[in-house]
């Protein structure tokens, strides 16, 4: 049995990128349908940070009124390297700001500032703060029935399915609980709000990060009637005369003919869970070694799979094909497990990351996509890609470490499952985790000669603004630098992951889908990380996934619009 259905465009995945085409296009007055392939929306967006990196927008001019087109062109170029695509990143620099302005003024996205550097401020142009915003945190209620439909937040980064929010502000208070009474009232009604909220709602409804810009995208859409169909994946783009006219979807369990006069935008997240195309593009993964993704389990790669399928072009070049995230794998019990990734306990004072070997590779307090490649790097030749994230005590009982909680939380079971390796002393913790003991002892050694002046000698740990960010603004003089002394010492074992991939199908600025010989073709678009990242495999700042997905979501809707237009004239 085969069914069909009509629209002005269908949209294929319901991140942000895939919603931000849907919701500019339909403002544009075309008629879309979004087809999503698990049986909930949000995509990736619902489980990441929500930071968009968009340089020049309203909230970033008022924190740094001293930026500039030219500024940010340059700091572009030097991060992309010979990756750099000047009319993408002009188009990318004129549009951020624009889509900011636009989802503001017409939709539920609502936007705030925040205090991030760039990931490289010590580079050229880098910036201090100015260029990444937030999504502000929303009460999914407003969604109405279509709020069991929102996908979760990723488990290993809430607290009982609590939120934190991005910028760190409310996290500070919990690890600062026992320290602080105004942190322990702010806690407490945290906690007291969320109880409520899962006995009325099973469910946190007030949420932050990426699941408040997923739920913020997807209640514009459905205030503007857009379908957001799940449990609706895309098999094949269909062709008539060279050009792209619809897909064929499974749509509550019928095969679908969903035809689209005006265009096919494919927006299905990349391939981070597509294993012969990762075995191409991760280095570790070709050695055959372990990598786990965070990203949803249903980024198989089936956008860029369909454009190939019809002539598009889909090449591994970049030398960092995804966003690199050090992960560490979390047993829940009863066989389930999750994927923590490791956001903020490498930034911390006490804490150090190392090899099997017992040496230190690079400085800690980098991001986690610099961390990562470093780390991919210093493992060839080894057996695994993998580090051991080593503090003591001290350290452990203030900020925890990886899915640890900080005291006064309990770590029993995390010791019992050995997910949490404990030693009385260095050689011991060395023993059962595999890592050469008396190098192991040097390295803390060395490190402590120049920790206990808060100096990190060998990498220089708290030189940047970045790296002193996520760190302790409490550790004096160095927020991210302190002695590893007071024993027993803890380990856990940090393999590597991505937040999602960088290569992509090759695209025209304006997102439409290219021929390996540079012809465009017709009706058919890439967005988000179905196409090639324009920042060439690097990772700029905080938000540079979202922010150029979302702005070259805007430009591909707006291109689409403008050809109607023009065909109407």
């Keep these: ?330 047993d829940f019990g009863s066989g389930e497990t999750g994927v923590f990734p490791h956001l903020l306990d490498r930034y911390k004072p006490g804490v150090i990351g190392v090899l099997a070997n017992g040496r230190r590779f690079v400085n800690e307090s980098l991001s986690y996509h610099d961390v990562g490649a470093a780390m991919i790097a210093a493992c060839e030749g080894m057996q695994e890609t993998a580090m051991w994230l080593i503090c003591d005590k001290t350290a452990l009982t203030k900020y925890g470490l990886g899915y640890v909680k900080p005291a006064p939380m309990p770590i029993g079971r995390f010791l019992r499952n050995g997910y949490l390796l404990e030693g009385r002393t260095l050689a011991e913790l060395a023993n059962k985790a595999g890592i050469d003991p008396t190098t192991l002892e040097h390295t803390v050694r060395e490190y402590n000669q120049t920790a206990v002046q808060g100096v990190d000698a060998q990498f220089g740990r708290g030189t940047t603004s970045f790296n002193r960010y996520l760190a302790d603004p409490d550790q004096r003089p160095n927020p991210c630098v302190a002695p590893i002394e007071k024993g027993p010492f803890y380990a856990v074992k940090v393999v590597m992951g991505d937040l999602g991939t960088f290569d992509g199908v090759r695209t025209s600025v304006v997102g439409e889908v290219l021929r390996s010989d540079g012809s465009a073709i017709a009706g058919l678009y890439a967005v988000g990380n179905d196409r090639a990242s324009v920042m060439g495999g690097n990772y700029p700042g905080a938000g540079i996934t979202h922010g150029p997905n979302m702005t070259f979501g805007y430009v591909t809707a707006n291109h689409i619009a403008d050809c109607v237009a023009k065909e109407a004239a």
């Design 1 to 330: 049995m085969s069914n069909s259905m009509e629209c002005d465009v269908v949209v294929v995945g319901s991140g942000a990128a895939g919603l931000t085409t849907a919701v500019t296009a339909r403002k544009r007055g075309l008629n879309v349908v979004v087809l999503e392939k698990e049986p909930v929306f949000g995509g990736t967006t619902a489980l990441s940070g929500g930071v968009l990196w968009i340089p020049l927008s309203k909230y970033g001019r008022q924190q740094n009124p001293q930026d500039s087109v030219q500024a940010v062109r340059e700091y572009m170029m030097h991060e992309t390297g010979a990756y750099f695509d000047e009319a993408a990143v002009q188009a990318f620099i004129e549009n951020g700001p624009k889509m900011v302005e636009f989802f503001e003024r017409e939709t539920a996205v609502e936007f705030m500032p925040t205090l991030y550097p760039d990931y490289h401020p010590d580079q050229v142009c880098g910036a201090d703060i100015g260029r990444s915003i937030l999504a502000k945190p929303y009460d999914i209620r407003g969604l109405g029935k279509d709020m069991e439909r929102l996908k979760l937040p990723l488990k290993t980064i809430t607290f009982m399915g609590m939120m934190f929010n991005s910028s760190n502000a409310d996290l500070k208070h919990f690890f600062r609980v026992t320290k602080s009474l105004t942190s322990f009232f702010y806690v407490a009604k945290r906690l007291a709000t969320h109880v409520k909220e899962l006995a009325l709602y099973r469910r946190g409804i007030n949420v932050t990060s990426g699941n408040a810009l997923a739920a913020r995208l997807a209640k514009s859409a459905l205030d503007l009637q857009i379908p957001i169909l799940t449990n609706a994946p895309a098999r094949q783009v269909l062709m008539a005369d060279g050009r792209a006219v619809g897909v064929v979807a499974v749509i509550d369990g019928v095969e679908t003919r969903v035809l689209a006069k005006q265009a096919v935008v494919l927006a299905a997240g990349g391939f981070p869970h597509d294993v012969k195309r990762i075995a191409q593009a991760y280095p570790h993964v070709r050695r055959g070694h372990a990598h786990l993704s965070p990203t949803p389990a249903g980024n198989t790669g089936d956008g860029v799979s369909m454009a190939e399928q019809v002539g598009g072009s889909m090449e591994i070049r970049l030398q960092q094909a995804a966003a690199w995230m050090p992960v560490s794998k979390v």
